[in-house]
Nanobody, 116 residues
Framework: QVQLVESGGGLVQPGGSLRLSCAAS????????MSWYRQAPGKERELVAS????????NYGDSVKGRFTISRDNAKNTVYLQMNSLKPEDTAVYYC?????????WGQGTQVTVSS
């Protein structure tokens, strides 16, 4: 079965950086777009970034453009989210996502808290 396991979250000061990882299994990772979403308390889940199967195409939410970078390593079945210049409004649970057989699959999420 599809399994997505996120890691790398934590507490960071404003202006700091974090790198999230998502280890995938149970499907042919190199054949699928992968995405990162986030959900802050009281808000809807929103798309942060997505990347094509070979990594040549990326897309970002307006609020993170120029600060976050999505990448993938198909040899390791892992997708990454490098987050720089973090702001308090980036505080959220971050989820890894794949649309597999017309269904959204999610990891358990990793908490990112940006606070001084």
């Amino acid at each position: 079965q599809v399994q997505l396991v996120e890691s790398g979250g934590g507490l960071v000061q404003p202006g700091g950086s974090l790198r999230l990882s998502c280890a995938a299994s149970g499907f042919t990772f190199s054949s699928y777009f992968m995405s990162w979403y986030r959900q802050a308390p009281g808000k809807e889940r929103e798309l942060v970034a997505s990347i094509s199967s070979a990594g040549g195409l990326t897309n970002y939410g307006d609020s993170v453009k120029g600060r976050f970078t999505i990448s993938r390593d198909n040899a390791k079945n892992t997708v990454y989210l490098q987050m720089n210049s973090l702001k308090p409004e980036d505080t959220a649970v971050y989820y890894c996502n794949v649309r597999y057989l017309l269904q959204n699959k999610w990891g358990q999420g990793t908490q990112v808290t940006v606070s001084s």
